[in-house]
C-alpha cells in the first residue's frame, strides 16, 4: 500500500519539497562536527553564551558545516546570525537546554530537520492541526488496538490537573513526568515508525519495562512559539510543525534499565539514514527523512495490524477536528 506524502494544505510556508536544494549535503560529517563543536563548548564549565558564541563564529565557516548551513531555507548567513543569537541570549532553563553546549547541540542538529523539512508548509495554529484531513487521531487508533506506544493528554482542567499531581506525589515512578500530548495528532507515516520502534524496544528491553512512551507530536507554530516562552529548546522552522517529528521519553527508562536499550536503536535508526536524533534530555527528538516517509511500502506494518484495512483506517481518522 502506498502511504504518499501529502501537500500540506494550511499554513504559510515555501516551496514544496521538489524544489529543494539539488543535492544532499554530508550529513554524517556534519554531526560529527558538531559533536566536536559542543566538546569544545563544553570544556569551560563556566561558559556562557558570550563564549560559546565566540567559539560558533570562529567554526561555522568551515566545509563540514557550510553544506548543511548552506541547504537550510534560510540560507547560510541567516541561519547562522539565528544561532548566534540563540547562544547569546542564552538563560539556564529546567525544562530544556540546561547548559549553552545542550543548547549548541539541540540548535545545530535542529538544521538538519530544517533542511529537510523547513520549506513545507507548517501548521500555522491549533485550528490548522485540526482541520488536517491528512493528521490521524491517536485516541481512535488506541481505541481498535492499533498502537504498540503509550501517551497521555495534558490535563486541561483544574480537576484534572489536581488529579495529575496527586498521582505525581504518590505513585511518582508510575509514568514519565512530563505534561502531555497538547493534541493527540500526528501522520500515518509517524504512527508507523512508532509501532515499529515500540516493537522493536519491547523485545529487547528488559521483562517488566513500559511500552515505549510519546511525549509530543505535531505541533503548530504558535504553540512552538509558546513553548519557546517557556523556556523550552523549540526553534523554528521545525518538523513537528508538519507532522513528522516526535518526541519519546528517554529519562523514564533509567529505572527500569532499558534506557541503553532505547538510545541504541534511535541511533541505529539514525545510522541507516531513517532519522535525525537529538538528545533533549528527559526525551530525545526524532524526525523522519523525507524519503522515507515517500516509501511506497513503508507504514504497511500499520494497516496489517488487525486486518484493517487503509479506508477503515481513513474512517478512523476523519473528523478529529470535532472531538
Same mark, same amino acid.
Given at each position: 500500500m502506498t502511504l504518499s506524502l501529502v501537500d500540506h494544505s494550511v499554513g504559510l510556508g515555501g516551496p514544496?519539497?521538489?524544489? $529543494? #536544494?539539488p543535492y544532499e549535503p554530508d550529513i554524517r #560529517?556534519? %554531526? #560529527? #562536527?558538531?559533536g566536536e563543536l559542543v566538546a569544545e563548548v563544553g570544556q569551560d564549565r563556566s561558559a556562557d553564551g558570550r563564549f560559546a558564541e565566540q567559539i560558533l563564529s570562529r567554526r561555522l565557516d568551515e566545509p563540514q558545516f557550510v553544506g548543511v548551513l548552506s541547504a537550510t531555507p534560510d540560507g547560510r548567513e541567516s541561519t547562522i546570525a539565528k544561532l548566534l543569537f540563540e547562544v547569546r541570549t542564552y538563560e539556564p532553563s529546567p525544562r530544556s537546554a540546561n547548559s549553552v553546549g545542550a543548547l549548541v547541540r539541540i540548535s545545530m542538529l535542529a538544521q538538519i530537520d530544517a533542511v529537510w523539512w523547513g520549506r513545507e508548509r507548517s501548521y500555522q495554529t491549533d485550528a490548522d492541526l485540526l482541520d488536517a484531513p491528512e493528521l490521524?487521531?491517536?485516541?481512535?487508533? %488506541?481505541?481498535a488496538g492499533l498502537l504498540q506506544f503509550s501517551y497521555r493528554h495534558q490535563a486541561d482542567t483544574f480537576l484534572s490537573r489536581a488529579a495529575r499531581s496527586a498521582e505525581r506525589r504518590t505513585l511518582p515512578y508510575r509514568s514519565p513526568k512530563t505534561a502531555g500530548l497538547r493534541l493527540a495528532l500526528t501522520t500515518a507515516q509517524s504512527i508507523s515508525w512508532l509501532n515499529e520502534l515500540a516493537d522493536e524496544f519491547a523485545l529487547h528491553a528488559p521483562a517488566g519495562t513500559p511500552p515505549l512512551w510519546v511525549t509530543s507530536l505535531a505541533r503548530s507554530v504558535a504553540h512552538q512559539r509558546r513553548l519557546k516562552e517557556? =523556556?523550552?529548546?523549540?526553534?523554528?522552522?521545525?518538523a513537528h510543525c508538519v507532522g513528522y517529528a516526535v518526541d519519546v521519553?528517554?529519562?523514564?527508562?533509567?529505572?527500569?534499565?532499558?534506557?541503553?536499550?532505547?538510545r541504541g536503536l534511535l541511533l541505529d535508526r539514525q545510522r541507516i539514514g531513517?532519522? +535525525?536524533?537529538?538528545?533533549? =534530555?528527559?526525551?530525545?527528538h526524532?524526525?523522519?527523512?523525507? *524519503?522515507?516517509?515517500? +516509501?511506497?511500502?513503508? @507504514?504497511?506494518?500499520?494497516? =496489517?495490524?488487525?486486518?484493517?484495512?487503509?479506508?477503515? $483506517?481513513? =474512517?478512523?481518522?476523519? @473528523?478529529?477536528? *470535532?472531538s
Open positions: 514544496p519539497l521538489a524544489e $529543494f #536544494a #560529517a556534519y %554531526r #560529527a #562536527a558538531v490521524v487521531d491517536l485516541d481512535e487508533l %488506541r481505541y517557556l =523556556g523550552y529548546a523549540a526553534l523554528l522552522p521545525s521519553e528517554m529519562a523514564w527508562y533509567r529505572r527500569f534499565h532499558a534506557h541503553r536499550i532505547l531513517e532519522v +535525525n536524533v537529538i538528545d533533549e =534530555g528527559q526525551a530525545w526524532v524526525c523522519l527523512r523525507p *524519503d522515507l516517509t515517500e +516509501n511506497s511500502d513503508f @507504514g504497511k506494518s500499520l494497516f =496489517g495490524k488487525s486486518g484493517l484495512r487503509k479506508s477503515e $483506517f481513513e =474512517g478512523l481518522s476523519s @473528523g478529529h477536528g *470535532d
